[in-house]
């Protein structure tokens, strides 16, 4: 069946630096949307991305959606303790039910101050 | 305006026990989505409703699992009987059709079985 995977699945990292998380897609995607999830929290959509090639900025956070649209990437600019979480992109496939959402595992980001 | 509201936040019962979680939805959004997560996974789909209609249950374990969205707001999902297996986080998202099909969740119930 259609499966995403996500990559890594853990980064602890140093405030200030960089972090980047990246989906990749078994089939063709109609968009991607990614959510994030605080420790004991619940996810919180963070951004839609539907056309093929697309870049969408949020103050630090970068999201791209290949041309393909089978894999996603989000990168964290200079990151901060706020940032602390889990990153999960969800997909929905390019045929069929658009309205199921296929998530990856996450990519758990720890930042140490 | 409220988000997805859910009750209890936290259940612990016996194993062999039922329960029930109960999940209100954002007010107009007709689609209402129940959801397993494990910890350090992501969310697995258990039901999927379109207003009052269950349009996608395929990954509900039905031996043991049921839910219902009678009037096509609020909905219930019960486990009866419990297994020490189905301890997990127990999240309800909902989302409006045509808005981009952005999901809304719920803070969760927490389940221990022990």
């Known amino acids: 069946g259609q499966q995403v995977m996500q990559i890594p699945q853990y980064q602890h990292v140093q405030e200030g630096e960089d972090f980047t998380t990246y989906c990749n897609s078994s089939t063709t995607l109609s968009n991607i949307q990614w959510y994030k999830q605080r420790p004991g929290g619940h996810p919180v959509f963070l951004i839609q991305l539907v056309k093929s090639g697309e870049v969408k900025k949020q103050k630090r956070l970068t999201f791209q959606f290949g041309e393909a649209k089978k894999n996603s990437s989000l990168h964290i600019t200079a990151t901060q303790t706020t940032d602390v979480g889990t990153y999960f992109c969800?997909?929905?496939?390019?045929?069929?039910?658009?309205?199921?959402?296929?998530w990856g595992l996450g990519t758990s980001l720890a930042v140490n101050p | 305006e409220a988000g997805v509201v859910q009750s209890p936040r936290y259940k612990i019962i016996e194993k062999k026990q039922p329960v029930a979680f109960w999940c209100n939805p954002i007010?107009?959004?007709?689609?209402l989505y129940w959801y397993r997560q494990n910890l350090g996974q992501g969310p697995e789909l258990l039901i999927r409703?379109?207003?009052?209609?269950?349009?996608?249950d395929s990954q509900l374990p039905k031996d043991r699992f049921s839910a219902e969205r009678l009037k096509g707001v609020d909905s219930t999902l019960k486990i009866q009987p419990a297994e020490l297996g189905d301890s997990a986080v127990y999240l309800c998202?909902?989302?409006?059709?045509?808005?981009?099909?952005?999901?809304?969740f719920g803070a969760g119930t927490r389940l221990s079985v022990l």
């Open positions: 998202a909902s989302s409006f059709h045509g808005a981009k099909n952005i999901q809304y």
């Open positions: 409703y379109e207003n009052e209609e269950a349009v996608d």
């Open positions: 007010s107009g959004h007709n689609t």
């Open positions: 969800a997909g929905h496939n390019n045929a069929g039910n658009n309205r199921k959402l296929i």
